[in-house]
């Protein structure tokens, strides 16, 4: 017998729903390229290489979701929402804050792949700069750093490293935002559609900002599918800084 139209309808919803929403860890594997990180020993980060087969099918697999946030995007946006092109990106903070030029800065665990933009007080409201799709968000970050034992991690958030954060899916460049260290209170989901300057949630000091020194910032990355590591199609950083600071140019900062 076949479905009354209306089960009809909820059985495909909730299909679309699920092929455009996937477990968060499966996401973030997805989206970092050719290590793998881990923390075998509680607080030392170490990564490890994927495997060729691991990272061939990891792009195929991220491929066939991005065709569906492509159409997730595309109906639900209608005609309210406009692609975004890197001409038009939102100043991703509602406050002006110190962008720091500090892509590909050396750290202890390899160059920095991000910008980062100092507020001077926390709460700033954080904004997404092109219309696209949230593809991971974790909120509840449970951790911190104490004088006597330093750095701990309870769980909560989109990783022990990012803290609160999100990422987010650009349908017209391809690329992927990921903004780390949000405050307790992430306004969005993964599957939602959001839009141009949309807030997202405030600049905090969860994940590894939370060291003495690293607070109060926003870490903001933009990854595009690239060569990475002899495997085409893997997610490759780039600098955004050009493309942020004329979209604070353009806000009159
Ligand atoms: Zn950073």
Known sequence: MPLPPILLAVALASGIRDSIVIPREELLRLYTDCD??????????VFVPKTTEELIAGVERRRGLEAAWRSHFAARAGDSIEPTTFEAWAYPLAARGRLMDNYANPRVDGPH????????????????????????????????????????????????????????????????????????GVRVQAGDVVRRGQAL?????????????????????????????????????????????????????
């Not at 001077?120 to 949230?134: I, K, L, T, W, Y």
């Not at 990783?159 to 349908?171: E, K, T």
């Not at 060291?211 to 997610?235: D, M, N, S, W």
């Open 201 to 253: 949630g405030r600049v905090g000091h969860t994940g590894n900002a939370t060291f003495p020194g690293r607070g109060r910032h926003l870490h903001l990355a933009f990854k595009r599918p690239g060569t990475g590591c002899g495997i085409e199609g893997v997610l490759v950083s780039e600098n955004p800084y050009a493309w942020v600071r004329a979209a604070r140019q353009r806000r009159g900062g």
């Open 113 to 184: 792949g991000a910008l980062d933009i100092f507020v001077s007080r926390e709460g700033a409201r954080v904004r997404s700069p092109v219309s696209g799709v949230v593809v991971a968000a974790g909120d509840g970050w449970r951790g911190g750093y104490r004088r006597r034992g330093g750095f701990h991690y309870e769980g909560g958030g989109l990783s022990r490293r990012a803290g609160n954060g999100v990422v987010l899916f650009d349908p017209t460049s391809g690329g992927y935002f990921l903004f780390s260290h949000l405050g307790a």
């Open 36 to 45: 793998e990180t881990r923390w075998p020993y509680g607080v030392e980060e």
